[in-house]
């Protein structure tokens, strides 16, 4: 049934990635912790910035607030 918001109703998409998830993932490659540099923030959740690595030092983008934690080698290298 359709709402006044349209189809899906009063349903939201997240704006940005909630900094507790830091609580839970780690690096895909080694299970280390990762570090957070923001880059751009909305209403508390980061929508832009990087998670690195605290032992390989690998680097992972968080963009429109996803963390793409794919390893290196999996990753589309031309942005979307």
Known sequence: MES???FWGAITHPRGMK???MDI???PLDKHDLDLDVESEEDDEVV???LTCT???ETYPIEDGIPNLLPPDMREETPA
Request: charged fraction near 35%; include cysteine.
């Open 48 to 50: 832009a910035g990087t």
């Open 55 to 57: 032992d390989c030092g």
């Open 25 to 27: 993932i780690c690096c």
């Open 19 to 21: 900094r507790d998830l």
């Open 4 to 6: 006044e918001e349209g």
